[in-house]
Each structure stands twice: as structure tokens, then as C-alpha cells.
């Protein structure tokens, strides 16, 4: 079974700091693309950042110098540091892994900035 756990969402204030964890099983972890995605209720969901299975990252530019994507293979982990929090980031934050056709989300980790 495929099992993608977000971690790490929560309250904080502006100019603040969290860090989001996704932490994978039951597929080959190193082998698949990670993305975070951010999703406002009633809205699409949005492509925040990106790392490919051969460490190659990129960002929305709403995210750029504040947000920073990695993963350990070794945990079949990806993370998100995220810095200088704004209120405009307060949304559900989800991981998705991807391999060819074969994609897999994970169930989403509320983020609320707010002083």
C-alpha cells in the first residue's frame, strides 16, 4: 500500500518559519519526482515547489529565496523549509510523487499564517 504523510503544518506567525516533511512508502521512493503543491478552498491546487529524482529543484516564483525543497532517499523523505512566512501562504500543502504514469498524493497539511 502507497502512503504519503505530510507533517509539519501548523499556526505561525509572520516572517516565521515551518518546515513540511512527506514521508513515503510502499513505492520506490528514489525513482519518482516530488512536488508540493498548496491548494485555497475553491481553487486548483498549485505547484509550489519541485525536485526531481536527480536532485533538480524549482519554485513558483511566489516561493522563491523563502522556500527551499530536499529529499533523503535514504528516508524516503521530502521536505520544505519555509521561511519569511506571508499570510498569502496560508493554504493545504500537499506532496505528490510521480513516476511515469504513476502518481500518488498524499492527504495534505494545513499551513495558517496569522499573526
Known amino acids: 500500500q502507497v502512503q504519503l504523510v505530510e507533517s509539519g503544518g501548523g499556526l505561525v506567525q509572520p516572517g516565521g518559519s515551518l518546515r513540511l516533511s512527506c514521508t513515503v512508502s510502499?513505492?520506490?521512493?528514489?525513482?519518482?519526482?516530488m512536488r508540493w503543491y498548496r491548494q485555497a478552498p475553491g481553487e486548483q491546487r498549485e505547484l509550489v515547489a519541485a525536485i526531481t529524482r536527480y536532485d533538480a529543484t524549482s519554485y513558483a516564483d511566489s516561493v522563491k529565496g523563502r522556500f527551499t525543497i530536499s529529499r533523503d532517499n535514504a528516508k524516503k523523505t521530502v521536505s520544505r523549509q519555509m521561511n519569511n512566512l506571508k499570510p498569502g501562504d496560508t493554504d493545504v500543502y500537499y506532496c505528490?510523487?510521480?513516476?511515469?504514469?504513476?502518481?500518488?498524493w498524499g492527504q495534505g497539511t494545513q499551513v495558517t499564517v496569522s499573526s
Open positions: 510502499g513505492i520506490q521512493f528514489k525513482m519518482y519526482d
Open positions: 505528490r510523487a510521480k513516476f511515469l504514469s504513476s502518481e500518488y
